[in-house]
C-alpha cells in the first residue's frame, strides 16, 4: 500500500473527529474551561517533477469547535480554530518499510475564545503566523497479508508573530488609541510554545484505505502580560484518496 505520492500525483485523506479541548486564557478570565471538541481534517501531499531539494508538497488545513465549561460548571465558553499549514520536504528515508521526510513549511492558525463570564472581554482572538519545521514519516507492515501504514506528522513553528494584546487592553481601546502594533509580538520556542500532530492507522478496506487517527494541538505563552494556554485532543475517521492525478504545467 503505496502512501508516498508518485511523481506529478497527490494523496489526500479527509476526515472528522472528536476529543477535548482545555484553555486557560487569563486575557479572558482566571479560570480553566475544558470540554469536548469537534474537528474536520484535510490533508494532502503531492510530488512535483522529483527536482530540486524539496519536491513534495504538503497542506494541511483543520476546523475545529470547542465548547467549554469551567471546573464549577457555572460558565460557558466556545473555541474556534483555523490551522492552515503548508511545507515543502526532502525525503529523508526510503527503504520500502519506512519513509521519512523533513521540510520547511509556513503555518498559520486563527481562531477565538469567546467567554461570556467576562462583559469587558467577552473573546481573545487568536493569530500566529510562523515558518517552522515539518516531519512526516510512514511506516508499512502486514497483519495476516493485508497491508496497513502509520503515519505521523510532527510541525513545530520556529519564528513567527502573534496577537497578545495587553492585560485589562479592550478592543475599543485598541481601535480608539489608533492602532494595534503593540499588541502583535515575535514568538520563538523560548516565549511561545506552539505544536501540531496528527497521527494515523490507514487500512485498505473494500477497495478503499479508511483512516483511523489521533490529532493533537498546543498553544501557550506568555505574551502582553497574559497567559494563554490552548489544548486540542481528538480521534479522527476518515478516508484516503489515492494517486488522484493534478494538472501540472
Same mark, same amino acid.
Given at each position: 500500500?503505496?502512501?508516498?505520492? @508518485?511523481?506529478?500525483?497527490?494523496?489526500?485523506?479527509?476526515?472528522? &473527529? $472528536?476529543?477535548?479541548? =482545555?484553555?486557560?486564557?487569563?486575557?479572558?478570565?482566571?479560570?480553566?474551561?475544558?470540554?469536548?471538541?469537534l474537528?474536520?481534517?484535510?490533508?494532502?501531499?503531492? /510530488? &512535483?517533477? &522529483?527536482?530540486?531539494l524539496?519536491?513534495?508538497?504538503?497542506?494541511?488545513?483543520n476546523?475545529?469547535?470547542?465548547f467549554?465549561?469551567?471546573?464549577?460548571?457555572?460558565?460557558?465558553?466556545?473555541?474556534?480554530?483555523?490551522? =492552515?499549514?503548508?511545507?515543502?520536504?526532502?525525503?529523508?528515508?526510503?527503504?520500502? $518499510?519506512?519513509?521519512?521526510?523533513?521540510? $520547511?513549511?509556513?503555518?498559520?492558525?486563527?481562531?477565538? @475564545?469567546?467567554?461570556? =463570564?467576562?462583559? !469587558?472581554?467577552?473573546? !481573545?482572538?487568536?493569530?500566529?503566523?510562523?515558518?517552522?519545521a515539518?516531519f512526516?514519516?510512514?511506516?508499512?507492515?502486514?497483519?495476516? !497479508?493485508?497491508?496497513?501504514?502509520?503515519?505521523?506528522?510532527?510541525?513545530?513553528?520556529?519564528l513567527? @508573530?502573534?496577537? =497578545?494584546?495587553?492585560?485589562?487592553?479592550?478592543?475599543? !481601546?485598541?481601535?480608539?488609541?489608533?492602532?494595534?502594533?503593540?499588541?502583535?509580538?515575535?514568538?520563538?520556542?523560548?516565549?511561545?510554545?506552539?505544536?501540531?500532530?496528527?497521527?494515523?492507522?490507514?487500512?485498505?478496506?473494500?477497495? %478503499?484505505?479508511?483512516?483511523?487517527?489521533?490529532?493533537?494541538?498546543?498553544? %501557550?505563552?506568555? /505574551?502582553?502580560?497574559?497567559?494563554?494556554?490552548?489544548?486540542?485532543?481528538?480521534?479522527?475517521?476518515?478516508?484516503?484518496?489515492?494517486?488522484? %492525478? /493534478?494538472?501540472?504545467?
Open positions: 500500500m503505496e502512501l508516498l505520492p @508518485v511523481q506529478n500525483r497527490s494523496v489526500s485523506a479527509f476526515s472528522l &473527529g $472528536i476529543g477535548s479541548a =482545555a484553555s486557560l486564557d487569563t486575557y479572558l478570565s482566571p479560570c480553566e474551561y475544558s470540554g469536548a471538541y474537528a474536520c481534517d484535510y490533508d494532502c501531499m503531492s /510530488l &512535483g517533477s &522529483g527536482d530540486g524539496f519536491p513534495y508538497r504538503h497542506l494541511y488545513l476546523l475545529g469547535y470547542g467549554l465549561k469551567n471546573h464549577s460548571g457555572s460558565m460557558n465558553a466556545s473555541d474556534v480554530m483555523v490551522h =492552515a499549514y503548508g511545507s515543502w520536504s526532502h525525503e529523508l528515508v526510503s527503504s520500502g $518499510i519506512w519513509e521519512s521526510l523533513l521540510g $520547511i513549511s509556513a503555518l498559520g492558525d486563527l481562531g477565538a @475564545v469567546m467567554n461570556m =463570564a467576562n462583559t !469587558n472581554n467577552p473573546v !481573545n482572538a487568536k493569530f500566529q503566523m510562523s515558518s517552522g515539518t512526516d514519516n510512514i511506516v508499512h507492515f502486514r497483519v495476516k !497479508n493485508r497491508p496497513m501504514a502509520v503515519k505521523g506528522t510532527l510541525y513545530l513553528p520556529l513567527g @508573530v502573534s496577537f =497578545a494584546p495587553d492585560h485589562d487592553q479592550f478592543y475599543w !481601546n485598541m481601535q480608539a488609541e489608533g492602532g494595534l502594533s503593540g499588541d502583535f509580538h515575535i514568538v520563538t520556542p523560548f516565549n511561545a510554545q506552539t505544536m501540531s500532530a496528527q497521527f494515523a492507522l490507514d487500512i485498505p478496506v473494500c477497495g %478503499r484505505v479508511v483512516q483511523i487517527g489521533y490529532g493533537m494541538y498546543l498553544m %501557550r505563552h506568555r /505574551l502582553g502580560g497574559n497567559f494563554s494556554g490552548l489544548w486540542h485532543s481528538y480521534a479522527t475517521v476518515g478516508f484516503v484518496h489515492r494517486f488522484e %492525478r /493534478l494538472k501540472w504545467k
